[in-house]
């Protein structure tokens, strides 16, 4: 894992586990274009260390992430030594297309921009003090991008009034409607990730790529595209050590020794 010289993030390694935090609480988190790029090194690194099985994003401070940061979308913000890798865009990409799980942990209000990121991570736990919501409309604008994550995991109708309401809506109601997998007391939050993220570094970390590859190429095709994809990728499956292994373990009744392979 490279040091990097992050100012608006911060990214810690404990075990298996990358938390990568949005550092900048007095603006409750905003996400501009310096603390998008950095949240891009910051995965990528993340994703190239073969020690890291999960990768858990949160925000410093009483927030997630309030949403867009228009003082820096004129350029405002401090200056970065890195060179721009990617926009808001290549982030929800980047989240989606992971091939290691990545785990929201929603401390607190996850509004437009935030909750588009809080959607795009393969798992979501927030703290039933939270809110979430698109409140873009009040302001003239429409959460034009962060649609194409939401709906992946929001009833269309339901969808659809959140976004021309602006209604921010409970961590209960998210846990309802999809949005996130589970919605606890705020003294509660660390243990539930750390439930998740103990359940998936247990797993074989070359079957979970593969499944989440799977789940990301298979999304949007039909369903006659979708299962010859899905057997050609089981096939892949069957073909990896870690199969073998695992299949060895059941039969003699033992726990299996994942290779990652």
């Not at 809080?118 to 409309?137: Q, Y």
């Not at 003699?252 to 392979?261: G, I, L, T, V």
């Amino acid at each position: 894992m490279e040091n990097r010289d992050y100012q608006l993030i911060r990214a810690v390694v404990d075990g298996p586990r990358i938390t990568i935090s949005l550092n900048r609480p007095e603006r409750r988190n905003a996400l501009g274009p310096q603390m998008i790029n950095e949240l891009l090194y910051a995965l990528d690194d993340a994703l190239e260390d073969a020690a890291v099985r999960c990768i858990v994003i949160t925000g410093e401070g009483k927030a997630f992430s309030a949403g867009a940061d228009f003082s820096q979308v004129t350029g405002g913000g401090p200056a970065s030594s890195l060179e721009p890798r990617g926009d808001f865009k290549d982030l929800l990409l980047a989240i989606v297309r992971s091939h290691k799980p990545v785990i929201a942990r929603v401390n607190g209000h996850a509004m437009g921009g935030g909750l588009g990121l809080v959607a795009a991570c393969t798992l979501a736990v927030a703290s039933l003090d939270a809110k979430l919501g698109t409140p873009e409309i009040d302001v003239g604008l429409f959460p034009f991008m962060i649609w194409a994550v939401l709906e992946r995991l929001v009833p269309r109708r339901r969808l659809v009034e959140m976004m021309l309401t602006g209604e921010r809506i409970g961590a209960d109601e998210a846990q309802r409607i999809g949005l996130v997998n589970r919605a606890v007391p705020a003294s509660e939050l660390d243990a539930a990730v750390d439930q998740y993220v103990q359940a998936l570094s247990g797993k074989s970390a070359s079957t979970l790529r593969l499944g989440l590859e799977a789940l990301r190429d298979a999304e949007a095709l039909s369903l006659e595209a979708k299962l010859p994809l899905l057997n050609q990728r089981l096939l892949t499956c069957l073909a990896t050590d870690d199969a073998r292994e695992g299949l060895m373990a059941f039969l003699e009744k033992r726990a299996p020794r994942w290779s990652d392979k």
